[in-house]
Structures are given as C-alpha cells and as structure tokens.
C-alpha cells in the first residue's frame, strides 16, 4: 500500500522535487494561498516522476508497451531514414503521453541494442503527426532475440524539454527494462515486423505490461 501512495522516483525526479519544495516554502512564507499552489504542483512533479515497478510477460512472443499513454497510431508506414530504412516497410504504433502519465520508458522486447541515434529539433505538439519527424528525438534499433529489427522512438513534445537516455549500444536487454524517460509530455513510436498488433487507436497502455504485438 505505502508503495502505491509513495511509488519509488526516478532519479531524474530529485532535484526538480527539492526545486518545487524550496519554492513552497518560500511562497509559503509570503501567502498561504500561493503556498497550498505550489504544494499541490510539487506534488504533481514527484507523480510525474514516479518510478513503479511493472509485472513484465518476458515472452518473445510478444513485444510490450514502452510508454504509459494513450495509443494515437497504429499503421504500416516505411522504416526511418534515420538509419537508412527508408525502402523497409515496418508496422508503427505511436503512444501519447500527457503531463500525468508515467514517463519512464522501458523495451518492448528482449535483445542487443544496435544503434542509438539522437536527433536535435523543435518542441511542437507530440500527438501531431509532424512531431515523427519534426521535435527531438532519440532512436533506438534493438534486435530481437528472433533477429526482427525493433526501432523504438522518444519524442520530445511541447512542454518536453529534455530526453534522458538511460541505454548503451551493445547493451544487452531484457523484456521490459528501463532505457531511459522523456521530461514532461511526449511520444513514444515503436516500428516492428513480422508480428501482428494487439491494440487499436484510443487503447490506453500501461509500460512494460500492455501487450502491444504478438508474433
């Protein structure tokens, strides 16, 4: 119970919640009001960046969420040109994650990280088409324990000011595991073949947990 109250922090979360408090205290001091304000959003930021354990299938069979959100795409587009895959087809599914979602981004899948590419750009609206292409952004390509190359997408939004990677190539890892967060609204894209999605436009997912594909 006290760990559903208290979820565990991201490590990123510590010096935004001693920001938030120390300016609670001085409002506090100068208005009750503008004081119980800034309690009630220093309380928002430590939500934000909740850490909670997940339950993880690690079934290869399947590729889970890595985003709490919304799912806003599911279709078959071409691969990203950003590691030269743009004559691959590949099916895409986009997740939407507001200001209260869980930020914490985990892989779909177990396997080796192939590459990780990171790409400066602009802050428009992550649920917009355009934010594929257009915002920050960092790129994963994992490759499955069945040999599928995985492509996994962060996507800084309009509030989002900052994608924290958490990942190494090379790295070996497990259904599920933690790579990384995106700070304040933002997308997540996944591009994946040879398995059959799971879920549909409006589906509300939960990281490392929600089924997203099965093969």
């Known amino acids: 119970m006290f760990s559903k109250i208290f979820p565990k922090l991201h490590s990123e979360g510590y010096k935004f919640i001693v920001i938030a408090i120390i300016i609670t205290i001085v409002l506090y001091s100068l208005s009750t009001f503008l004081g119980i304000i800034s309690l009630v959003l220093s309380i928002w930021v430590y939500y934000f960046f909740r850490d909670p354990n997940r339950v993880i299938i690690n079934d290869d069979n399947y590729l ?126 996944i591009y994946y073949e040879n398995y059959e999605p799971l879920v549909k436009v409006g589906q509300i997912t939960v990281s490392g947990e929600t089924l997203l594909a099965k093969k």
């Open 64 to 189: 889970v969420s890595p985003a709490d959100g919304e799912v806003v795409k599911v279709e078959e587009v071409i691969g990203p040109k950003e590691f030269g895959l743009e004559n691959k087809k590949f099916k895409k599914i986009s997740i939407f994650m507001n200001i209260f979602d869980c930020h914490v981004n985990r892989t779909p899948c177990s396997g080796q990280v192939d590459e990780i590419l990171y790409k400066p750009g602009k802050f428009l609206n992550a649920s917009l088409d355009k934010a594929s292409e257009d915002n920050e952004r960092n790129y994963y390509k994992i490759k499955d324990n069945h040999g599928n190359e995985i492509i996994l997408v962060q996507i800084a939004g309009l509030v989002a000011r900052r994608i924290v990677c958490e990942t190494n190539k090379n790295q070996e890892l497990k259904q599920g595991d933690r790579i990384g967060m995106i700070r304040f609204g933002s997308r997540v894209d």
